[in-house]
């Protein structure tokens, strides 16, 4: 992905859409040890609960970011109160 406009520190690039889930529930569901998906996103952060958001079959752009060994943008969660709505 490569930016067409100056970026700022800690400033949102793009949403990650997809079927969010928590963690434990996709290992149930897929081995991914078997069955790599480079389309899952997971993210825990400290003790908090571990969260996977898997954009295999839906998504947007985003899903075609990948992880690198020296990523220069984080992700980060933003809660969304409003239901069905991007926020």
Known sequence: MIATQNLFSRDPIIE???AYMMLDEYTEHYDFR???NPFALFYKKG???AICVD???FG???RFIRRSCEPNCE???FPCI???TSC
């Open 60 to 62: 947007n752009e985003a």
């Open 34 to 36: 078997r069955h790599y």
């Open 47 to 49: 003790d908090k609960l």
């Open 16 to 18: 990650f859409r997809g």
């Open 55 to 57: 954009a295999k079959n």
């Open 75 to 77: 992700v980060s969660i």
């Open 82 to 84: 409003a239901r069905n």
